[in-house]
């Protein structure tokens, strides 16, 4: 049995326990919070422990999955973990990737240790989409849609604006850009011509919302550039879309191998919930560090740098046999 | 640079050709053929020799790309070829792939060679597809479809029937059943539900089409378990089906997370040349080939064994930075 810790206990850690219920060859350890033990409730059957109490846990557990934000989590404590634990995490600022994994590559080889960074869905299964795609079809032009989903970004800014109780935005990408993507027509997008914006706004009584929804779609960088559109509704209404986490999108790559024949290669995940499936993946890495962690591998690993066999509790006989 | 081989110049042979002209990091050393090589006009500009040649290039040539049948070529001459080269084929008798692995992997080890089999879409992108999305979605259930697309194997039995003069059959996945599983339905599909089978027909002046067409419809194995059209056309109208070789397909995985929470995978093919586009995935492979091979690997590998970066010309850097 894979021993793994689950540290915090957010949607994503709760994803991340629900996940390894569906794991025969994992054990969940237990979940090691920073907040009172107490205040947790497991959706399993699974210990809380302080996030304190980590270090009595040193050469017990194979694998930590780190179930902390990327925005100031992640960078700051993801390379303590690494000194006496294997770590897997779901780092996703693209722009900070490569600063994150030369970081922890570094710490994890002077430790001893293996991580695996940027797992998920995006980073994580697209960027396999992206790069897979471009290698077998060198010749062509991929893309990546998001949605229909939340943009957690995006709905913060418009609670931001003066008059806003709650609000929610959804991320649409728009059907004739796929559809000019399918038919091959290898199309130049602009921001504005794949995604739409969609605004669930709560608003205080008494409000301006004309005001409101022309802060909205004149914000720059948030909306300007894209098709908004704003719906005004009841603080309850929004209160239940936060209750659903779907997501999902598209990575597509067409192109051509001669002048006369082109491909379509199309890969979309279409998700209830964006924390269970993430932790589901999450758990699929973790299983892949510990593995290659007891073949004594160190350093920090991403999604291009890992047979995917690793991933499947099955034998290498029995994936040849039955998936090949 | 990395020097290729290409073994065979049937329509695979000319794919991978093509593919070869696309790859900037592989030179084309040459065609190397049975027939009389004159007789060879190849697509790109590459030099054509007689197989029995390959001697004078060991030591030269870091990997062949075998594009042979695999009925009877590939498990009679890859063995020999792995003596002095490493090999990439496409090698897709799902049910002969375990003994065909072992048989490989024991003539690899021993000769310090290595080799890749069964690359191309399925076995080969679908299978990483089944794979992975198994990995990821554990409690879920997968569905393969092919086509719209050419079964060689069909249309060959279709030839057969007496008064048949030529005939060509094409594999369609049934709208209906697609949807099902896309709805999250999780069906059990026969192979009725999943495939349509649709059959050209050029038959002899004065044939009986009624009993042909029974004949067709009844055959067992081919096509008695299906659904099966039968269209009575010219030769001519055969011979041009014939000169198109589309195909394509889709890999699904529908499950759960969780007792409210399902989530969809979906990976899908659609192909103008089925041959050009599996030499451009062999290709890609025998990149992976050359460089593990440099990393002093030997012995047999599949799609699940290679770490995907290797399959790219861009370095670990790059992926990180542009495709993570």
Known sequence: MIKAGVVGYGNL?????????KAADIENVGIFTRRPTESIKPVTDVKVYSVSELE???????????????????????????????????????AKIPEYFDTLDKVAKESGKLC????????????????????VLPDGNDYTFWGKGVSQGHSDA??????????????????????????????SLSVRDKHLR???????????????????????????????????????????????????????????????????LEFSLKLDSNPEFTGSVLVAYARAIARLAAENKTGALTVFDIPLKYLSPKNDGELRKNLL
């Open 116 to 135: 695996a960074i940027s797992i998920g869905w995006d980073p994580g299964l697209f960027s396999i989409a992206r790069m897979l795609f471009g290698a």
């Open 13 to 21: 850690g709760r994803g991340v326990c629900l996940a390894l219920e």
């Open 158 to 187: 418009l609670r931001r604006i003066k008059g806003v109780v709650n609000a929610i935005q959804y991320t649409v990408p728009k059907e004739a850009a796929l559809e000019a993507v399918r038919n091959g027509e290898n199309p």
């Open 56 to 94: 009595k846990f040193k050469g017990k557990i194979d694998v930590l999955i780190l179930c902390g934000g990327s925005a100031t989590d992640l960078p700051e404590t993801t390379k303590n973990y690494l000194k006496d634990f294997n770590t897997v995490d779901s780092f996703d600022t693209h």
């Open 198 to 264: 969609e605004c669930f706004v709560a608003v205080e009584a008494g409000a301006d919302k004309e005001r409101i929804e022309s802060e909205i779609k004149n914000m720059p960088n948030y909306f300007a550039d894209y098709d908004t559109v704003v719906n005004f509704v009841s603080e309850e209404e929004v209160r239940k879309m936060q209750q659903k986490l779907s997501h999902g999108g598209f990575v597509l790559r067409s192109g051509n191998t001669s002048e006369e024949n082109a491909h379509l």
